[in-house]
């Protein structure tokens, strides 16, 4: 008689669990199926001179982050001193894939904050960023020198993912080839 | 009166029109065409307001995959390829029906357990209820009737 006074009760607690195990959880980080994938293949106009292609074949062989970005997304301009520092030191390449943006805008943004990466790729309709998994902005890609996505970053970098995600994955790839 | 009335009218003629659904101005070359279209869009997800699917969502990114989804079945991809295509690029989340497989079975079966538990339970509170009742109903007459 007892354990049926218990069993709401138990009921309850297993629910409470079930739901506070989903209190911490953030819903818009959807986890990308593309990790441990090959990168999707880029070739796309460069933003300072529409003329040249910025390509991933150039930079196959050696790690380099993918960031995903637009001068009317906030959250990148919350990023931006995180990019820089990174730049500044010199870790590994940063190519910059403008998405949806307008090229005045972007050059502007630049001007104006700093320009953190070695190569910026232009999509303009949103193609590639469909290819790479993006919903949002900004996200950045981990990709290594074989050319496979080894980390995803959703939302803006900030230095502690750097110290975290970043340079473990960074340090673990450079080991894995003498 | 009556041009209240016919205002009141047109409001509701278009308010029905905008709730239909996201209305792109893509070049059907059958109604089948676009019927199919709307489908698919309805069982995709737009992922930057993720509980509305892309049919009807404005957000940039749903009108970028509503183009892209347009675009496959120009390329003449079935129904399945179009999905497999694009939870290969943002997962099994971009399906609102999402596939039967292990980690889902809580999700699909998980409610139809709880429903035979809840018949389980009341089944046998409705027995032990009616047990006495029939005890007294089938108990001997007293003596002296």
Not at chain 1, 13 to 27: H, N, R
Not at chain 2, 126 to 133: D, I, K, M, N
Request: charged share 25%.
């Amino acid at each position: 008689m007892n354990w049926r006074m218990l069993f709401p009760l138990g009921v309850f607690l297993v629910l409470a669990a079930v739901l506070a195990s989903g209190l911490g959880k953030d819903p818009r980080k959807v986890p990308s199926p593309l990790i441990g994938k090959p990168a999707p293949q880029f070739d796309l106009p460069a933003l300072k001179v529409p003329e040249r292609r910025v390509t991933s074949l150039a930079y196959a062989g050696k790690p380099y982050l993918v960031n995903v970005w637009g001068s009317w997304c906030v959250a990148c301009r919350e990023e931006h001193e995180t990019l820089m520092n990174l730049s500044r030191s010199g870790l590994l390449p940063i190519v910059g894939l403008n998405w949806k943006d307008a090229r005045d805008d972007a050059l502007r943004w630049l001007e104006l904050f700093g320009d953190p990466y070695n190569d910026i790729a232009v999509d303009a309709d949103g193609r590639m960023a469909i290819d790479f998994g993006v919903y949002g902005a900004p996200e950045s890609f981990l990709i290594d020198g074989t050319g496979t996505i080894r980390h995803k970053f959703i939302g803006p970098i900030t230095p502690k993912l750097v110290e975290d995600e970043l340079k473990p994955r960074l340090a673990a790839m450079t080991r894995g080839k003498p | 009166m009556n041009r209240s009335l016919r205002t009141f009218a047109f409001a509701g003629l278009l308010a029905a029109g905008m709730a239909a659904h996201a209305i792109d101005p893509l070049p059907f070359k059958d109604l089948a065409e676009e019927h199919r279209y709307q489908a698919l869009a309805r069982e995709l997800r737009c992922l930057v307001c993720q509980n509305q699917n892309l049919a009807d969502s404005d957000a940039g990114l749903a009108r970028d995959l509503r183009q892209e989804v347009f675009d496959l079945m120009r390329q003449g991809k079935s129904d399945e390829e179009i999905k497999t295509f694009l939870t290969a690029r943002y997962g099994d989340f971009v399906l609102y029906r999402p596939p039967v497989q292990a980690n889902t079975w809580v999700l699909w079966f998980g409610p139809l357990v709880v429903l035979v538990l809840g018949a389980v339970v009341v089944v046998r509170i409705v027995r032990s209820r009616a047990a006495p009742a029939t005890a007294i109903a089938t108990a001997p007459p007293p003596e002296d009737a």
